[in-house]
């Protein structure tokens, strides 16, 4: 059974890190391209970052880059997304996904950034 756990998340000061973790079972994290989506309160769900399947090369929109950074542990099946210079902005529910015989989603981690 396919599944993917997204854990990692919490309450942060701006300018503080997090590091989010995306567990996946089913299958293994480099067959496909794996992708971190996030939605704020009121938002559209968008993309953030993407790691390819057989390169791992990495890709970050313009939110992320510079301040995110995407990885695959294949040995324990997981992607990972390191946040720094966390701002106000990022707050909001990160989810991990790929696209299988249909798109597959996590259940979602909260991340709050405030003062």
């Known amino acids: 059974q396919v599944q993917l756990v997204e854990s990692g998340g919490g309450l942060v000061q701006p300018g503080g890190s997090l590091r989010l973790s995306c567990a996946a079972s089913?299958?293994?994290?480099?067959?496909?391209?794996i992708a971190w989506f996030r939605q704020a309160p009121g938002k559209e769900r968008e993309g953030i970052s993407c790691?390819?399947?057989?390169?791992?090369?990495?890709y970050y929109e313009d939110s992320a880059a510079g301040r995110f950074t995407i990885s695959r542990d294949n040995a324990k099946n997981t992607v990972c997304l390191q946040m720094n210079d966390l701002k106000p902005e990022d707050t909001a529910v990160y989810y991990c996904?790929?696209?299988?015989?249909?798109?597959?989603w996590g259940q979602g981690t909260q991340v709050t950034v405030s003062s």
């Open positions: 996904t790929f696209l299988g015989l249909k798109m597959y």
């Open positions: 089913g299958f293994t994290v480099d067959e496909y391209a």
């Open positions: 790691i390819e399947s057989k390169s791992g090369a990495p």
